[in-house]
Structures are given as structure tokens and as C-alpha cells.
């Protein structure tokens, strides 16, 4: 069974640039979360896609948008980029929506390193 | 011994030793717990999780303990290998929601 896959795997861009940054999720999984983590910091919250909905998103400003395919893969748009965008970029798959009883285990890819100079 | 890095606590362990690794979450309506593991320029790799309805499970090697009372969880690594070197990651959940990330622990390991 393949893992979740993002893509590209490293990305340099210029301030005020747009980019898109692209999840797979494992097989059968409907759920995608995207985080944010700066060097040597933790994983912030951005968006959370289920079932091709916006379920939830974090404390970013409008600029960092995305979507959710029928097929349930993700992207990650990001319009205007800024220097402090510079981060490793995660997505992760989730098994279930967690209603109750099952298990939620979320699986992250190896993520996407943007850089934005 | 434990000590506070610039960006993340560091817990600084001998071979062999068994390393205790902690975490206090936020909310006490969560209901799912997951300790994760990250190597240098990798993704999170998912560990162990746990329930609110258990107090313990245990996993290869690692162990993870949940104290709802005091909103405290810890993930224990026994005989820990050089291997084990990374930071690590607690991550809270309540029902249909967003999974919330702690600020993580670096793991250092010396043969």
C-alpha cells in the first residue's frame, strides 16, 4: 500500500510569487490535514479537507487557500508568498473521521520544503 | 538530563537507558492521543496511539500513559538505541475535529 505523497519535494520561490503544492493520500483515506512547520519549530494547523469539504482551518490569513479532489487528493495554494512562508509544508491522511470508537490515525508524507527568497 | 533548546526541550539520554518523554495537552474533551516520531527532513511517523477510555497501551518498546486528570500524557521508550534520535511529537484530538499538535521534544541519544 503506498503512503501519503506530496509533491514537489523541495520548491524555491520569490517573494510575491504563487505556488501549489500537491497531497495523495493513502488509499481509501478521505481526510486531509495540512501543516505548517518552520525550521525547528512545531506543526501548525492550516486546513483540514474531508469528503471534498473545508472542514476546518487554522490561523492563517486568506492567502493560504486549497481544495479537495473527488478522489480526495489536496492542494495547498499559497498566493503572495512572503520570506516568513519559508517552511516545510506536511500533509497528512487520515483513516476515519474519528466519531467515536474507531481509530484516527493521520499519516503524514515526507513533505514539501518551500523556500521562499 | 532535561533541558529547555532554543526552539524545543531537549531530553538527552545514554544508550540503553529507558526515556521518558512528556507532553501536557490542552483540552480536556479530547479523546484521542498520538505520539509521533520525526527525523531530520522527514514527515511525522505516527508511533502509538491511545484513547481517552485507557490509561496505558503498550506498543514495541514504547509505551504510552495518559493522566486525564491533570490533561498529561508521556510516551516511554525503553532500551533506547541511537535510532531513536528525533523529535517527538504529541498530537490531540476530540471526536470529528482538527488533530492538534504540542511543541515537541528532542530526543538525543549517545552510544
Known amino acids: 500500500e503506498a503512503g501519503v505523497t506530496q509533491s514537489p519535494t523541495h520548491l524555491i520561490k520569490t517573494r510575491g510569487q504563487q505556488v501549489t503544492l500537491r497531497c495523495s493520500p493513502i488509499s481509501g483515506h478521505t481526510s486531509v490535514y495540512w501543516y505548517q512547520q518552520a525550521l525547528g519549530l512545531g506543526l501548525q494547523f492550516l486546513l483540514w479537507?474531508?469528503?471534498?469539504?473545508?472542514?476546518n482551518r487554522g490561523n492563517f490569513p486568506p492567502r493560504f487557500s486549497g481544495r479537495q479532489f473527488p478522489n480526495y487528493s489536496s492542494e495547498l495554494n499559497v498566493n503572495a508568498l512572503e520570506l516568513e512562508d519559508s517552511a516545510l509544508y506536511l500533509c497528512?491522511?487520515?483513516?476515519?473521521?474519528?466519531?467515536?470508537?474507531?481509530?484516527?490515525?493521520?499519516?503524514f508524507g515526507q513533505g514539501t520544503r518551500l523556500t521562499v527568497v | 538530563g532535561e533541558s529547555v533548546g532554543l526552539h524545543l526541550p531537549t531530553l538527552s539520554v545514554q544508550e540503553g537507558d529507558n526515556s521518558i518523554i512528556n507532553c501536557a495537552y490542552s483540552n480536556s474533551a479530547s479523546d484521542y492521543f498520538i505520539w509521533y516520531k520525526q527525523e531530520s527532513g522527514k514527515g511525522p511517523q505516527f508511533i502509538i496511539d491511545i484513547r481517552s477510555n485507557m490509561d496505558k497501551r503498550q506498543g514495541q518498546r514504547v509505551t504510552v500513559l495518559l493522566n486525564k486528570t491533570v490533561k498529561h500524557l508521556s510516551l516511554q521508550i525503553a532500551a533506547t538505541q541511537p535510532g531513536d534520535s528525533a523529535v517527538y511529537f504529541c498530537a490531540e484530538k476530540e471526536g470529528y475535529s482538527t488533530l492538534t499538535f504540542g511543541k515537541g521534544t528532542m530526543l538525543l541519544v549517545s552510544p
Open positions: 479537507y474531508d469528503e471534498g469539504e473545508e472542514r
Open positions: 497528512a491522511s487520515v483513516r476515519d473521521r474519528g466519531t467515536g470508537g474507531g481509530n484516527t490515525e493521520a499519516f
